[in-house]
């Protein structure tokens, strides 16, 4: 199997030249169309994992080399195995006997006995080596230094809580189509198939383990869909009703849009600046039957687009740093800087500020972030409440919200106590998303 770890290594090199893991992997697997399902699988695996705790991985493989290596193609063959070895299931000599196999396609006459050699000096040092990285921040968690010092100043109380939730595997959550079914009916489906899985609130639904959505019962006839249940949160907070005309501004890849049809009546303009992930949310609707207008364009660019006829909801589910979803985008920690933060906040504003004269008087809009930084956040509305008199934002009881999870964990409890306005913080149950509802006033 040693063309998953080569597979893996080549996606690895690419997202730390750069490079988005999603359209990596796509590419890979278009440029290899020759390997099975399984290798296929096997890769994916591999490449989530070691950017996953690249962090750790790195700086073992820093005390293992006597220095840096020029072939990043090795370098990036040891930090898979060392995955592998570290958090993997599979035997040790099996996956060094891989490695060297892989190494060996590298066409360097030294890379073969190198592998070798520092993978079995790891075997044999491996205990020694992880007290080493105690002291390391970096290591410890795998996240840049300047996110975990980041964290720790926001979040003083549960700084390591947040940074080993993004750590930690994604669970796979479903939202029951309610005008199809209810939780009650798909618990049943799910229990004759044979699923463990536990019911969150009235419509969500965490499976104990992910599987391929044709596994899903009725999932093509609409009535069931994959939506983090953070995300599901969006709809319910719109105070929806028959009649009401809504803008989702941002809309791919439209899991909050298709949420906002099924919820209620409503006349649904979804724009999204790009076409691409614009027809993904065409094929979502299509599935669970569903329609609404869609449109090209920038959110922020209003007078290209606005008919002049105010929307009583608005969802500004706006760009941002995504630091709240790392568990599910491992790629994101490393591919992110310090300075986009400062970056993404000034696009941010500028769309709330660009959409807030689209809401009609007494309307409501709700702002939607996936990320924990709170520059993105409640120092945005802050800003943002400052320079709007007509503008008041609602507080979210996310305690009643959420207290519905059978077994909840102790992260999760947490994202309840905490005292900002909106944060939700990841945990097992959800990613991490900040929600600030905005009324305006009604004169």
Known sequence: MHISQQLAALAVGQVLAGHNLTSTLDQIFKDYGDITPQQRAVTQDLSYGSL???????????????????????????LVALYQLMHDKAAPHTVVDQAVGAAAQLKKPWAKGLVNAVLRNFLRQREALIKTLVADEVATYSYPQWWITLIKQQYPENWQNILEAGNQHPPMTLRVNQRLSNIANYSQRLSAQGLQFCAIGSSAIMLEKPLPVDKLPGFYEGEVSVQDYGAQLAAKLLSLEDGQRVLDACCAPGGKTSHILESAKVRLLAIDNDAKRLQRVQSNLERLNLSAELAVTNADNTNKWWDGVPFDRILADVPCTASGVVRRHVDIKWLRRHADIASFASQQARILHGLWPLLAKGGKLLYVTCSVF???????????????????????????????????????????????????????EHDGFFYALLEKSAV
Do not use: M, W
């Open 52 to 78: 996953r705790y690249y962090g750790q991985l790195q700086a073992l493989l820093t005390q293992l080399l006597q220095k840096p290596l020029q072939d990043k193609r090795a370098h990036n063959l040891l």
């Open 374 to 428: 709170q520059e993105e956040n409640q120092l945005q509305i802050d800003q943002f409440l400052k320079n709007h008199a007509d503008a008041r934002q609602i507080q979210i009881d996310f305690a009643a919200l959420l207290t519905d999870v059978s077994k909840p964990t102790e992260q999760y409890q947490l994202t309840l106590k905490h005292p900002a306005l909106g944060q939700l913080l990841p945990c097992r």
